[in-house]
């Protein structure tokens, strides 16, 4: 029987023009998408026109893969590298037929490759691609550690640390590899597909739990039998380059690895516990998109004020927050936005996250005295123009910091306090001269990480007096909010990815009078909440408002500053 190609599909029924067509092919040629991406990013055809097209044209079912969930033994069907390979992935079946998802039913050679894989009469489904690799992801995720499991129960790892140094593939495809190391492997592509940022791989007395922090929350992943964990934990230090032979004492490593089209820097930490070695994996995802403006949740008044900071040729800029609120994200964005031919800029960090073309990147290494101080002052040997300190953590760095700023340099750098207000309070505490604050500091940039509604689960509805008064909003019938139900998107979490939320305080004329002078807090504050300044809740309360999270991630956000 004789196919229309999807194009000449879709200009038979008059939903693509002969033009149109042979643009969208000029375009799939140059970027290697598929045809239906390039139609539907080019305005030519809505996605759900083409969905419809094919369901009519071609009599196949459409299936949202985000309420359906296929059957874990699925993936024993139908072989992990064809689902990968072809982008289709299993979601029922019998022994003799099996219903396969795809986004493009009229590639043939998917399901061809189905049907000699399986050995079974193949049905196509329609899809979403977004859809088909988050299912191929959830099922195929954890079966590449599993199998690895299982084969390591049966049978020691006899393999040797040889294999475990020359194996630097990252994936759980390499079937010739020891299993130890497609164990590991497993274990960060799956962390990987769930957008982790954190692998913790916990020794406990019987077995080793491995769990990831997805969207700020620890998840259970994965338990490796105790017989596995020291042949796991040297695999994951081979990467690292560290020493395999020391168990008594931290150690930490770093390296880099490449998962599709996506690398990820690993910094790697192992702390002695009674059970074994603890080692928690924290994954950098170098992605540039990430390091915007727009990747990091600026927007509006506090995208203005942003940039207008960035704007001064000297003084100090100053980002405040917990641990894991973002703050390295937003010193990275802000010093790609500063980096260009015209400047020399050098930074100071423990440890360099990120590799940025252009910029002179320090290490600090604290057992040949090379402390954010003493690397500092070098620095301001080397003609600097702007200096990007990772993070002040006492106060002779306070001080070199702010004296660097009023001889005519632009300083960037982290603080750990609860908002902007109490950062000028810290900064004193640490014992830098009232006159120094107020000459130097320009501006102080607070911010949490709030979670996201999974977009392919939010629902609307109407919140009870008491949950617009945790956000200070006057009670108003008919006000509309958005939660999560929940979904296989989301694991049935309701959220889906994080952004930020911001108070950024710039230092006004009356607020540098009143920081020289010393005065009370209460008349500071007052002072600051007479400038322009925003608290965190107003940010809050606009994210809410906007559907983009909840009223409980906002009171919990707003909560935690104890403002």
Do not use: W
Request: aromatic fraction near 4%; proline fraction near 4%; charged fraction near 25%.
């Amino acid at each position: 029987m004789a196919y229309k190609r999807l194009g000449d599909m879709l200009v038979g029924i008059g939903l693509l023009t002969e033009q149109q067509l042979a643009s969208a092919l000029a375009e799939q040629k140059k970027n290697g998408k598929k045809l239906g991406t390039v139609l539907v990013e080019n305005g030519y055809i809505r996605q759900q026109q083409l969905f419809d097209a094919l369901q009519r044209q071609l009599g196949v079912d459409f299936v949202d893969l985000t309420s359906v969930t296929p059957a874990p033994e699925l993936a024993r069907v139908l072989p992990r590298s064809i689902a990968k390979k072809y982008s289709i992935v299993p979601v029922r079946g019998d022994s003799n037929t099996l219903y396969i998802a795809l986004d493009d039913p009229l590639n043939f050679v998917a399901v061809e490759a189905a049907k000699t894989a399986t050995r079974r009469k193949i049905i196509p489904m329609l899809a979403t691609s977004e859809g088909v690799e988050r299912a191929i992801a959830n099922l195929y995720g954890s079966e590449g550690a599993e199998k690895a499991i299982a084969e390591l129960k049966d049978e020691e790892d006899a393999s040797g640390l040889q294999s475990m140094v020359s194996a630097n593939i990252i994936g759980a495809d390499n079937e010739n590899a020891a299993p130890t190391i497609r164990l590991v492997n497993s274990i960060l592509e799956y962390a990987v597909n769930q957008n982790a940022s954190d692998i913790h791989l916990e020794p406990r007395e019987r077995e080793m739990v491995v769990r990831m922090r997805i969207d700020g929350v620890l998840r259970k992943a994965f338990t490796v039998p105790k017989g596995t964990q020291n042949a796991v934990i040297a695999r994951i230090k081979v990467m690292g380059n560290m020493n395999i032979a020391e168990h008594k004492i931290p150690l930490d490593g770093r390296s880099n690895i490449r998962i599709g089209e996506r690398d990820i820097d690993l910094r790697i930490s192992t702390l002695p516990t009674v059970y074994g070695e603890k080692t928690v994996i924290r994954l950098l995802y170098k992605s540039s998109s990430l390091l915007s403006t727009k990747g990091i949740g600026l927007t509006g008044k506090n995208l203005k004020k942003f940039n207008a900071l960035l704007e001064n040729s000297n003084g100090v800029i100053l980002i405040v927050g917990p641990t894991g609120s973002g703050k390295s994200s937003s010193m990275y964005t802000m010093i790609r936005q500063l980096n260009t031919d015209e400047v020399n800029l050098v930074t100071l960090e423990d440890p360099v996250e990120y590799n940025l073309d252009g910029v002179n990147q320090v290490q600090i290494n604290e057992k040949v005295d090379m402390t954010f101080a003493n690397g500092l002052r070098s620095i301001l040997r080397q003609d600097p123009d702007i200096i990007a300190v990772g993070e002040i953590r006492d106060g002779e760095t306070a001080q070199i910091a702010m004296r660097a700023a009023i001889t005519g340099h632009l300083v960037l750098s982290t603080l750990h306090t609860n908002d902007a207000p109490s950062t000028l309070d810290r900064l004193l505490d640490m014992g830098v001269e009232p006159y120094l604050v107020s000459t130097a500091l320009k501006g102080i940039i607070s911010q949490r990480l709030v979670r996201r509604i999974c977009p392919n689960c939010r629902t609307e509805y109407t919140p009870s007096a008491e949950e617009q008064q945790m956000l200070h909003l006057p009670v108003t019938p008919g006000r509309r909010f958005y939660k999560g139900k929940g979904c296989p998107a989301c694991m049935n979490t309701g959220y889906r990815c994080r952004t930020a939320v911001f108070e950024i305080l710039v230092i006004t004329s009356e607020i540098k009078r009143a920081i020289a002078d010393n005065v009370p807090h209460s008349e500071l504050m007052r002072i600051i909440e007479a400038s322009d300044f925003e608290p965190l809740i107003s940010d809050c309360v606009r994210l809410v408002t906007e559907g983009v999270t909840t009223v409980s991630e906002a009171y919990r956000t707003v909560n935690s500053t104890d403002a």
